[in-house]
């Protein structure tokens, strides 16, 4: 197997501006058309992979989008799959600038599927208020499926567990480099098996216990023991998703 390399699979920096190009341009669309807003980064932020810190430069972007509460409860209020009505509203609004591209609701999602090769999940969402009308960090979005139904998520609190835990206090950048690195392996060699990038990210942050790149002035010590590769595998072998993680990892 290689080896974990530190601050390896960086994202050029043309690919992070044609990125942050496109997010803008949908998020202007969705806000014009739901919120009435010329805005290109209001109530919009990346999530999944990117917006964890853990993406290559092949991860697809993950954007939610923040729709008024008031949408939310006209499209529960509809009779039949309200969920699926609300994707193809977002849809139009993205299809509308950008009409010669491949846009389409998938599930959860509103896909952007770029010609380039470049695709973006759009998850449109709102805020889950509280019996006193306060917000605690959770969203509720559509999902399409049996009927359509409503789920939650709490991306930045997610997103903060992930960068404390690769802080310098604790795995000092270990945690993010991993995940970076299953996901090469997974891309260049294994593309065709079904692991999600929130999957290599939970086990990696569950797997890594104390691990850390050596901090300034810091010695590696001869009592160590097995390497943090071994102690990783180690860990994959007790999984539930070690049939899965071993074909990854070969």
Not at 31 to 41: A, L, M, R, V
Not at 137 to 147: A, F, K, S, V
Not at 202 to 211: C, H, L, N, R, T
Request: hydrophobic residues 35%; aromatic residues 12%; proline residues 3%.
């Amino acid at each position: 197997m290689n080896t974990v390399t530190k601050n390896n699979h960086p994202i050029d920096s043309d690919t992070r501006s044609l990125i942050s190009t496109r997010y803008k341009t949908i998020t202007k669309a969705v806000n014009g058309d739901f919120w009435g807003s010329n805005s290109e980064t209001a109530h919009s932020r990346y999530v999944g992979s990117y917006g964890r810190g853990t993406a290559i430069n092949v991860s697809d972007l993950d954007v939610l989008i923040e729709l008024p509460n008031g949408e939310y409860n006209h499209f529960t209020s509809l009779t039949g799959n309200g969920p699926s009505r609300l994707l193809q509203a977002v849809k139009k609004a993205i299809q509308d600038t950008y009409p010669r591209t491949d846009v389409r609701g998938d599930g959860q999602v509103v896909v952007v599927q770029f010609s380039d090769g470049m695709k973006f999940e759009i998850l449109p969402a709102f805020r889950k208020l509280d019996i006193w009308g306060e917000w605690d960090g959770t969203y509720i979005y559509p999902n399409t499926n049996m009927g359509g139904n409503w789920l939650s998520t709490s991306p930045k609190a997610e997103q903060e567990a992930m960068a404390a835990k690769n802080s310098p206090l604790q795995s000092n950048g270990l945690l993010f480099d991993t995940c970076k690195h299953i996901r090469s392996v997974r891309a260049e060699y294994f593309s065709s098996y079904h692991l999600s990038g929130i999957l290599i990210d939970s086990f990696v942050f569950s797997a890594i216990g104390g691990w850390h790149w050596l901090r300034e002035g810091e010695q590696r010590s001869e009592n160590d023991g097995v390497s943090f590769e071994q102690s990783l595998f180690d860990a994959y072998e007790r999984s539930a998703s070690w049939n899965i993680l071993k074909k990854i990892a070969q």
